[in-house]
């Protein structure tokens, strides 16, 4: 993993920054935990309540620590399972970290046992949010990933999605008024 090191002039408190993220949306608070649901819905496309969170990562003992990359495991309503990802500069093997960090997500379902069966298993969101460069190099700032058959477009319908939503091609938008 590479290592991020801030300069005198970077703000800190960016929520582009992993550690800001998390404290902005991990807060055991109403106010952080409606931000974290309405953050997973625009995202989803689908309304989620988050009901809990996973802390799965140490809190960092300084700022300018940034060996560690935080994200925010958590469970919706319904039980479908998030793992949200801020990625301030991603390594040349990020989306397939993603696919991994999907599959374990998804596959990490507890449905052992003559009572369950595999239409048990929830739906899993692996969101990756890339606050510079893209992983995509078109002008979309939402992808959603699933498995399909790509040579007629048809697609399985899965229940594990990895969805990246690029930052950098948001700076034409910003600034703008909202609806036009």
Do not use: W
Request: charged fraction near 30%.
């Amino acid at each position: 993993m590479n290592a991020v090191y801030l300069d005198d002039a970077d703000d800190p408190v960016d929520i582009c920054y992993d550690n800001v993220f998390k404290a902005v949306f991990t807060r055991n608070t109403p106010e952080s935990r409606t931000a974290l649901s309405r953050l997973v819905s625009a995202i989803t496309g689908r309304p989620l309540a988050v009901l809990s969170i996973t802390a799965n990562e140490p809190p960092v003992d300084s700022l300018r620590d940034r060996q560690i990359r935080f994200d925010i495991s958590c469970k919706a309503g319904d039980g479908e399972l998030v793992n949200i990802e801020m990625s301030l500069n991603p390594d040349a093997f990020e989306l397939v970290r993603l696919e991994f960090l999907a599959g374990k997500l998804f596959t990490g379902q507890d449905i052992r046992g003559g009572e369950k069966t595999y239409d048990d298993l929830k739906a899993a969101y692996q969101i990756a949010i890339l606050a510079k460069g893209r992983f995509v190099e078109d002008g979309c700032l939402l992808h959603s990933f699933e498995y399909y058959d790509p040579e007629r477009g048809v697609s399985l319908g899965g229940r594990s999605r990895i969805m990246t939503v690029e930052l950098a091609k948001a700076e034409s938008s910003v600034g703008k008024p909202a609806g036009r």
